[in-house]
């Protein structure tokens, strides 16, 4: 009896040393795997591809452990400022809140004034103009600051005030599940518009999407009002001369009428490139 409670204690003890060594392989793989992820998604994010960036955020956060606060606040402040950029404003100001939850006192300086920024989009200009007086005591000179503390003021009293003129939407000329932006009259009576959408043209195969917003890349398309008033179709610019499957973005009209001057943004695997100029 004796010698079988030996070896019992003594496989037990076998067992127990096997499985602490399992354990802490597995803690420092997971470790590693992790900040592994975190580069990733930083490089991804460094180089301006947010919509990329964005999912490997959450996933990110999610997996961090709750005790490491200033690591959770740091990413998803990153993920505040994906969704910023990517103009999601609502998910950006809870990002940038439930970065708050994890570090009262954020890392990064200009936090106060992106989380401000985004609230004044949401029309949440008290919690903006406080945010906005935050970053000021850090900045006192910043003159964004200054002005988007301003517009908050201003906006509350023009929404009490009749206006002088109307915005609405043209749900004509734009398309439901995509961007339609930055509009350019190429005429004289404005029967003739050029503007950039990411909407896909009939006939058109190959589309790529943009890794920076997710959608489609863009085009640049032109639509004319007919002679009953009405507009007509949009139509795509030619393939191959203006657009092409790279990004072709906001365009403006030379003085001479005739010169289209236009963004080329292109994606090459390796390589890096900013927005370039064409015409």
Not at 131 to 136: E, K, Q, T
Request: proline share 3%.
């Amino acid at each position: 009896i004796i010698l079988f409670v030996l070896s019992l204690k003594k496989v037990t003890y076998c067992h127990l040393l096997k499985i602490c060594v399992c354990l802490m392989i597995f803690i420092g793989l997971s470790s590693c795997s992790l900040n592994y992820q975190i580069k990733q998604a930083n490089k991804r994010y460094d180089i301006g591809e947010y919509s990329v960036a964005t999912p490997r955020y959450k996933r990110i956060l999610s997996r961090i452990p709750r005790k490491e606060k200033q690591l959770k606040a740091e990413i998803a402040t990153k993920l505040g400022h994906c969704y910023r950029f990517l103009s999601d404003n609502r998910r950006a100001e809870a990002a940038y809140r439930q970065a708050l939850r994890f570090e009262s006192h954020p890392q990064d300086s200009t936090f106060f004034l992106h989380y401000a920024d985004v609230q004044r989009e949401n029309e949440n200009y008290k919690a903006a103009a406080k945010n906005y007086y935050r970053f000021l005591l850090l900045d006192s000179t910043n003159v964004w600051a200054k002005n988007g503390l301003l517009s908050c003021d201003s906006a509350r009293l023009w929404k009490k005030l009749p206006q002088r003129f109307s915005v609405k939407k043209c749900d004509y000329l734009n398309s439901r599940k995509s961007s339609d932006f930055s509009p350019v009259v190429m005429n004289d009576d404005g029967s003739l518009i050029l503007f950039t959408s990411s909407r896909v043209a009939k006939g058109v195969k190959g589309i790529k999407n943009s890794k920076i917003t997710g959608q489609r890349n863009n085009d640049l398309y032109t639509v004319r009002c007919n002679n009953k008033g009405k507009w007509e179709e949009a139509v795509l610019l030619p393939e191959g001369v203006i657009n092409t499957d790279m990004d072709e973005g906001v365009a403006c009209l030379g003085s001479d009428g005739k010169t289209i001057y236009y963004t080329v943004c292109r994606s090459i695997p390796g390589e890096t490139h900013g927005a370039e100029i064409y015409y």
